[in-house]
C-alpha cells in the first residue's frame, strides 16, 4: 500500500512570495490533514478535512495561509505572502474513517521543508 | 488547558542501556494517548497508542508505555536500546470530544551512542 505523497520535499524562497504544497493522501482515506512543524516544536495541526469538507482550520493563520481539498483526494496548502516565520516542515496526514473517529489512526507523509529568507 | 508536555528534549543513553521518555498531559476530559517516531529524514510513524483497556501497551519493536491516570503521564520506556532507536520521539494526545485532533509534544531527541 503506497504512503501519503508529498511535494516538493523542500523549498527556498523569498519572503513576500507565494508558495504550494501538494499532498496526495493514501487510497481511500476520507480524513486529512495538514500540520506545522518549527523546529525544536512538535507538529501543529493547521487544518483537517473530512472528503472535502473543513472540519477544523481554527489554528491556520488566513490571512496567508489557503487550504483545499477538491474532490476529496489530492489537497493544496498555500502561502500568500509568505514570511520568515513561516520556515517549517508542512506535514500531511491522512486517516481512514470519515465518521471522525477519535480512535482513528493517522498516517503521515515525509514533509515539505520550507525555507524563507 | 489541554497541553502536552515531554520534559527531555534530548535523551543520550549507551547501547544496550534501559531508557525512558516521559511525557505528561494536562486534561479535565478523558484522552487518547500516542507516541510516534521520526527516524532522520522519514515522516512520523506510529509507535503505539493507548485506547482503553490494559493501561500498559507495547510495540512490536520492544518499546512499551503505560497510561497512568492519577499522575496524568504516558511514559515510553524500553529496557534494553540499539543503535537502531536514535530518533525523535513524540507524544501526541487526542482529548475526548478532540474530532482526532492530535495535540503534539515539542519531542524527545533520543540519541543511542555505541
Known amino acids: 500500500e503506497a504512503g501519503v505523497a508529498q511535494s516538493p520535499r523542500y523549498k527556498i524562497i523569498e519572503k513576500r512570495q507565494s508558495v504550494a504544497f501538494w499532498c496526495n493522501p493514501i487510497?481511500?482515506?476520507?480524513?486529512l490533514y495538514w500540520y506545522q512543524q518549527i523546529l525544536g516544536q512538535g507538529p501543529k495541526l493547521l487544518i483537517q478535512f473530512q472528503n472535502n469538507g473543513v472540519v477544523d482550520d481554527s489554528q491556520l493563520p488566513k490571512d496567508r495561509f489557503s487550504a483545499e481539498r477538491l474532490k476529496g483526494v489530492d489537497s493544496t496548502l498555500k502561502i500568500q505572502p509568505a514570511k520568515l516565520e513561516d520556515s517549517a516542515v508542512y506535514l500531511c496526514a491522512s486517516s481512514l474513517l470519515s465518521s471522525g473517529s477519535s480512535t482513528d489512526t493517522q498516517y503521515f507523509g515525509p514533509g515539505t521543508r520550507l525555507t524563507v529568507l | 488547558a489541554q497541553s502536552v508536555t515531554q520534559l527531555d528534549s534530548q535523551v543520550p543513553v549507551f547501547e544496550e542501556a534501559p531508557v525512558e521518555l516521559r511525557c505528561n498531559y494536562s486534561s479535565s476530559v478523558s484522552v487518547y494517548l500516542f507516541w510516534y517516531v521520526q527516524y532522520p529524514n522519514q515522516g512520523l510513524q506510529l509507535l503505539l497508542k493507548y485506547l482503553s483497556g490494559s493501561t500498559l501497551v507495547e510495540s512490536i519493536n520492544g518499546f512499551e508505555a503505560e497510561f497512568n491516570k492519577s499522575q496524568t503521564s504516558f511514559h515510553l520506556r524500553k529496557p534494553s536500546v540499539h543503535i537502531s532507536d536514535t530518533a525523535e520521539y513524540f507524544c501526541a494526545v487526542i482529548f475526548s470530544g478532540g474530532y482526532n485532533k492530535l495535540i503534539f509534544g515539542a519531542g524527545t531527541r533520543l540519541a543511542v551512542h555505541p
Open positions: 487510497s481511500g482515506h476520507a480524513t
